[in-house]
């Protein structure tokens, strides 16, 4: 009897995983990315606050871009979720980047 039972177990584990596999698709991989910590923590927040995994949310957009019918660079159009991290700051396109390093630098070290 405690065969039996125990065929029995290992015949619905074995069909449960059969049945994941084929309702969730194929088994995941795990990806290690390098990203600013702020933004981790952001992401974290908001997939939080709309109750979904991080992993899923990246899935997501990594696949909205690879299923793209167009795949023209210039057409890349900004997911929200990159949108809602925006500080809101509005950056001149003609600002010149280095000067501003400069003077900043300048004004950083001549503070005594």
Aim: charged share 25%.
């Amino acid at each position: 009897m405690i065969i039996n039972t125990f065929k029995n177990i290992l015949t619905i584990r074995t069909l449960y995983a059969y049945l994941y596999v084929l309702i969730f698709g194929i088994m995941n991989k795990k990806l290690t990315l390098k990203l600013d910590e702020s933004v981790i923590e952001q992401a974290k927040r908001y997939a939080s606050s709309h109750k979904k995994s991080l992993s899923g949310i990246i899935e997501s957009y990594l696949r909205s871009l690879v299923n793209r019918d167009n795949n023209d660079d210039d057409d890349l159009e900004i997911s929200p979720f990159v949108k809602s991290m925006s500080t809101g700051v509005n950056i001149p396109a003609d600002l010149d980047y280095k000067t501003e390093v400069l003077k900043h630098l300048l004004d950083k070290h001549n503070q005594t």
